[in-house]
């Protein structure tokens, strides 16, 4: 894509330099700066869109009552086969990431998964769920880890089921949350009350009060990154609402990944759930909304460093060479995707 907006950097300092000291030429400067920055969000509108307040879904209608219930389930170990995991172990929303920035979490027993954590935050604009996409919504993944015999390692659903309606807590609350359904405690409504939950876990950053209209919201490095980002075609696969999530993509579409990572074994992605040639080494691709606080990077969590992540993208994914500038430029535009939940929202009662 060609640049419309080579001049904003010089004619951001400009209007700068000359607010001190002529009014007149700097309300000139400052009519082109805003065309160029109003250029540069209409075309940003257009790859990544607006950020909802909510994930809304027609298969899973959002009530307090139910996010309520989903959020008490989220942080309850008690899901765990040994009462010592629960999703937040994993996704770690305490630490405002949603991840627990290791390589790969431990489940009961302290044994180790086989790829990284990805961040629950932003997550349910995903078009499926887990590096491979085995599943299909935010609901269908809430329950795979219970049962995963690495992670939460509950036998089965029934025994999860029967583990919560002995307890005094939990079969008011699904009752509750659940008004219409004679059985309200079931494990499908376990997963749709923590798939409702995490359809509130959305991050707003300085990025959207910049789509919003706020021209203050970036720094003249961000915003240089965000335009190297369009220009070196980052937008192919990081696009949308959450900046990614929306496809499979190749990792390694102009080389091995694992000559890049450093990786210390080759994982061939969707090929495991598909048997599709095709899908081998196929992932889903990542949101980058908050991911300058969510290291380590990758399916296999190989690389600590953002910066060192991006260069290795451009080379395996655009098949460019960018310079430390662009690198370090790009960085700052990610910083500002940065957001934070409202704390009442993951309060503990």
Request: overall charge negative; hydrophobic content about 35%.
């Amino acid at each position: 894509m060609k640049s419309k907006f080579l001049l904003l950097p010089i004619l951001t300092v400009v209007v700068i330099a000359c607010s001190e000291t002529n009014p007149k030429i700097n309300d000139a400067n400052q009519s082109t700066v805003y065309k160029e920055l109003d250029e540069l969000r209409q075309i940003s509108k257009r790859f990544f869109g607006t950020l909802p307040a909510t994930a809304a879904s027609n298969q899973n209608i959002l009530s307090e009552d139910k996010v309520e219930l989903g959020k008490k389930l989220y942080f309850d170990t008690r899901l765990s086969a040994d009462n010592t995991i629960s999703c937040n172990s994993c996704h770690n929303l305490n630490n405002g990431t949603g991840v627990d920035n290791l390589s790969f979490s431990p489940g009961v027993n302290g044994t180790l998964g086989g790829r990284n954590s990805p961040t629950v935050l932003n997550a349910a604009f995903h078009s499926s769920q887990f590096w491979d996409g085995r599943s299909a919504s935010i609901e269908e993944q809430a329950g795979e880890p219970i049962l995963n015999p690495v992670e939460m390692a509950m036998p089965s659903e029934k025994a999860v089921v029967d583990k919560l309606k002995k307890t005094t807590d939990y079969p008011p609350l699904f009752a509750k949350a659940f008004p219409d359904d004679a059985d309200a405690l079931s494990y499908a409504n376990l997963e749709l009350a923590i798939g409702a939950f995490e359809r509130t876990l959305i991050t707003p950053s300085r990025y959207d009060e910049f789509i919003a209209g706020n021209d203050e919201a970036l720094t003249e490095k961000e915003l240089a990154g965000l335009k190297t980002f369009i220009d070196a075609e980052c937008t192919t696969c990081h696009n949308g609402k959450a900046f990614g999530g929306n496809m499979f993509q190749k990792f390694g579409l102009y080389g091995n990944y694992w000559e890049h990572t450093n990786s210390k074994n080759i994982d061939n992605g969707r090929f495991d759930v598909t048997q599709n040639e095709s899908d081998k080494y196929m992932f889903k691709v990542p949101s980058l909304r908050n991911i300058a606080k969510t290291a380590p990077y990758f399916h296999d969590g190989s690389v600590a460093d953002l910066g060192q992540a991006v260069k290795i993208m451009g080379e395996l994914q655009t098949e460019k060479k960018l310079t430390a500038t662009d690198v370090d430029n790009i960085v700052a535009f990610l910083t500002s995707l940065n957001g934070n939940l409202d704390p009442a929202l993951i309060a503990q009662n």
